[in-house]
């Protein structure tokens, strides 16, 4: 949903063009996803939203984290940059994908689990669940991710679907 200061562009009715901040939350050698269908396959994404005009990519994933999960986080680690190119809904997008990553606590683990999401911006049917790194590196989407779930070194990737 586009929102106020959001830097996404509808260029036309055929392309669309937008910056986010992605936010990989690890714990214990789990990544929190949202499982989704796709089709007839299983995908996973990752919190994160829209960068605001004027706001940085961290400050971004700083603000997602608390708007969506309710979390105050102080230190992130930026382990990439996607540029990810996909259709749609009959649009071509293309999203610059700022890449951020947090270890989160036992204790925070544990609340992100049972997170009542009615009480924060998402979409109804959102639910959280911590999977291992090598599942979500398969089913990641867009799946460039999969390569930044570890923390080290800086990557910049390309995915085209």
């Known amino acids: 949903m586009q ?16 910056i986010r901040a992605v936010l990989i939350l690890t714990h ?5 996803v949202t499982p989704r269908k796709s089709g007839d396959k299983e995908i996973t994404i990752v919190p994160g ?3 605001k005009f004027g706001e940085t990519g961290e400050d971004a994933a700083k603000r ?3 708007e969506e999960l309710g979390l105050s986080l102080n230190k992130l ?3 990439g940059i996607v540029e990810a190119f996909f259709t749609l809904n009959g649009i071509c997008c ?3 994908l700022l890449v951020y990553q947090a270890e989160v606590s036992t204790d925070t683990a544990a609340i992100l689990t049972n997170l009542n999401v ?4 998402l979409p109804t049917n959102t639910h959280f669940a911590w999977q291992a790194k090598a599942a979500v590196s398969a089913s990641i989407r867009p799946a460039a ?9 800086f990557k910049h990737l390309v995915d085209r679907r």
Request: aromatic share 6%; with cysteine; charged share 25%.
């Open 118 to 121: 009615e009480q924060f911006d």
């Open 49 to 51: 939203g829209a960068v």
């Open 3 to 18: 929102e106020d200061r959001d830097i996404r562009y509808l260029l036309n009715p055929h392309e669309r063009f937008d």
């Open 64 to 66: 997602e984290a608390k």
């Open 94 to 96: 293309h999203q610059l």
């Open 145 to 153: 991710l999969g390569q930044c779930l570890t923390p080290g070194h």
């Open 77 to 79: 680690t930026s382990t």
């Open 28 to 32: 214990a050698g789990q990544v929190l």
